[in-house]
């Protein structure tokens, strides 16, 4: 079976990366409650994650129903929270979609390391796939 996310390609900004994905299948584009269970018992922050969203304004107000790209952006942000050097780092990002109705979007991280954000967005990509399944 395909991944049900796929890294297409990155563009690296001075300030962020860009991380455009492919989730084809509308079947499996969405996270569901099991899938954000999962998340938080491999990632337990990610629920207090600040998020700008229409339910409220943490990523956990949104887990339950949320594009996996969505996903994608939290658990890199994530990862590279837990890899700082700094106690206080700060990452931001956003994710959009750029067709929806073919299930792709753009991510966008802002990073400390452009390579540690590369290896985080690809390490997410790997994470959100297990969880899927």
């Not at 395909?2 to 297409?8: M, T």
């Not at 790209?69 to 931001?92: Q, S, W």
């Amino acid at each position: 079976m395909a991944p049900a996310l796929s890294i297409v390609r990155f563009v690296v900004k001075r300030d962020r990366i860009a991380c455009f994905v492919e989730a084809p299948d509308p079947a499996r584009r969405y996270t569901t409650p099991a899938i954000a269970r999962a998340a938080c018992a491999a990632r337990p922050h990610l629920p207090a994650h600040a998020c700008v969203n229409e339910c409220g304004d943490t990523f956990g107000s949104v887990m339950g129903r949320t594009p996996l790209p969505h996903l994608l952006e939290h658990v890199a942000i994530d990862l590279m929270v837990e890899g700082a050097a700094r106690d206080d780092a700060l990452f931001t990002g956003t994710t959009e979609w750029v067709d929806e109705a073919r299930g792709r979007a753009r991510v966008e991280v802002s990073y400390a390391d452009d390579l540690e954000a590369l290896g985080a967005l690809t390490e997410a990509a790997r994470l959100v796939n297990r969880l899927v399944g």
